[in-house]
């Protein structure tokens, strides 16, 4: 036993433990214009605007683009200076533990002080529509296993992006089955049930997800070389459900996901790839 309090991995990125706090204080850390940011970093922002900068903060509730979900918008503001307005958000490749907030000053030239108290704010409507959209593809993704359990899908990639979603797996869903996995997709999302965020160790992880486990050593070293020793990974659970490895938001129940659709079961190479859209 030990009296040290147990690690919190990424305290600075909040979205990972509340994706409810829509409004946040922070203190800046950096401001620096676009094109004075390393090149590696730049390759992760297409066609920027004229005048970008991008701004670091100690903690953020932005989410960045990543694990299929598009990344938050929104504003970070000093009430008595100017407003930045985020456009796009990515981790840095060069330290990843950072956030990068791609952004301009629409109505006054940049004015921020070293250390400014801001403001953050995301859109909460995109925000909540990102959540429904990753939400839905994993009570999708657990439908097609309780319907195929025998089949032995492997759990792929998957994008929640808001009109073009799909979770994709190595095998075969026959074609017949898209009315039954939709049913029960919905049965599911329907019920009521909650949505849990937890931080496992890998064995946990394996035990309990899904899919999804390769690659999680990787992950944990990764995490240690940017000074996270925790030994935890993130996972979200849908309550007797299921479980996924996953760094995205959700909502906190599943009735608020919506009815599920599926558009298009599709086979190519041995990957099935169900597309989906919540309505
Ligand atoms: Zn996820």
């Known amino acids: 036993m030990t009296d040290q309090a147990p690690t919190i991995p990424s305290p600075s990125s909040v979205y990972l433990h509340d994706a409810s706090i829509h409004i946040l204080s922070s203190t800046l850390t950096s401001l620096t214009p676009f094109s ?4 590696l970093d730049q390759a992760l922002f297409k066609s920027p605007p004229a005048d970008s900068y991008i701004l670091t903060t100690d903690r953020t509730i932005f989410y960045p683009q990543g694990g299929g979900q ?13 407003s930045f307005v985020v456009s796009l958000v990515r981790s840095s490749v060069t330290k990843p533990t950072r956030i990068l907030h791609l952004g301009t000053f629409p109505l006054a030239t940049p004015s921020f002080q070293p250390s400014s108290p801001l403001i953050q704010e995301i859109d909460a409507a995109k925000r909540a529509l990102h959540s429904r959209w990753h ?16 089949a032995g899908l492997i759990d792929g990639k998957a994008s929640h992006v808001p009109g073009s979603a799909n979770v994709e797996f190595k095998g075969t869903i026959p074609s017949e089955y898209k009315s039954a996995i939709e049913a029960r997709a919905n049965e599911l999302g329907t019920k009521d049930t909650a949505v849990y965020i937890h931080w496992w160790n890998v064995e946990t992880m394996r035990e309990k997800c899904q899919g999804g486990c390769e690659g999680l050593e990787d992950m944990l070293a990764g995490n240690r ?5 925790s030994g935890l990974l993130r996972a979200v659970e849908i309550e007797g459900v299921g479980s996924y490895p996953c760094g995205g938001t959700h909502l906190p129940r599943t009735s608020d996901v919506g009815r599920i659709e599926i558009r298009k079961i599709a086979r190519k190479s041995g990957i099935c790839r169900v597309s989906y859209a919540v309505f």
Request: proline share 11%; hydrophobic share 35%.
């Open 36 to 39: 004075s940011i390393p090149e």
């Open 70 to 82: 598009p990344a938050d918008t929104g504003t970070i503001r000093d009430p008595e200076r100017s």
């Open 135 to 150: 939400t839905a593809g994993h009570i999708l993704a657990l439908a097609a296993h309780q319907i195929l359990p025998s």
């Open 225 to 229: 070389a940017d000074g996270d020793t």
